[in-house]
């Protein structure tokens, strides 16, 4: 099991050849794997320090910030409107989302690739869901940006957009899933 992972790390460049379901799969589980990880450890740690944030607030304001504590359970209150207090900001979170799905898609591009050879198909077809997962963030946080504004309107016009987007993304996701879940071309193909 452990051959397939480490031929997949040592060929991150080699966008030429084939390779078996056998050799992508692991590979791919593993990345995976470890970029959630990196998302989860980010968030936590994100949410650990918007969450000292807010204690250190309650703690200088008693009077602004109702704080409920019990076994298992803490939450923070934040009374009336308060210029103030701790708000999230969202710009570092989506950063680091955007990095994690960029380094996904790096790590796995050229494993793609060889996949997608291997069932005798050229590797631009893995770029497939690329341009919707692009256009699905970017509109994302235009609206997130909106919304933090305080833009009394929603904007229905964006969120349609990004539905449909999303929508579309999902779709050419399942497609390049069910491409690479298939079985390879038998024999010689004109990669490899």
């Not at 051959?3 to 030429?16: H, M, Y």
């Not at 900001?89 to 380094?103: A, C, K, Y």
């Not at 919304?147 to 309107?153: F, I, K, N, P, R």
Request: aromatic fraction near 12%.
């Amino acid at each position: 099991m452990a051959n397939p992972i480490i031929r997949g790390f040592r060929n991150l460049t080699r966008f030429s050849g084939r390779d078996t379901r056998g050799q992508f799969w692991p590979y791919a589980g593993v990345v995976f794997a470890l970029v959630f990880l990196a998302f989860g450890v980010s968030i936590g740690l994100w949410m650990n320090a918007l969450f000292a944030d807010m204690s250190a607030f309650a703690a200088a304001h008693p009077d602004a910030a109702t704080v409920h504590s019990s076994p298992g359970q803490y939450s923070i209150q934040i009374d009336g409107g308060h210029p103030e207090a701790p708000v999230p900001d969202f710009t570092l979170f989506f950063v680091g989302m955007g990095l994690m799905l960029g380094s996904m898609v790096l790590l796995l591009a050229a494993a793609v690739a060889r996949r997608l050879h291997d069932r005798n198909l050229r590797a631009y077809w893995g770029l497939l869901p690329v341009p919707f997962l692009v256009i699905g963030m970017t509109v994302f946080l235009v609206l997130m940006d909106q919304t933090m504004q305080g833009h009394a309107e929603p904007n229905f016009g964006l969120f349609a957009l990004l539905f449909l987007n999303n929508l579309v993304y999902m779709i050419a996701l399942v497609s390049l899933i069910v491409m690479l879940a298939m079985r390879g071309a038998q024999g010689e193909n004109r990669f490899g």
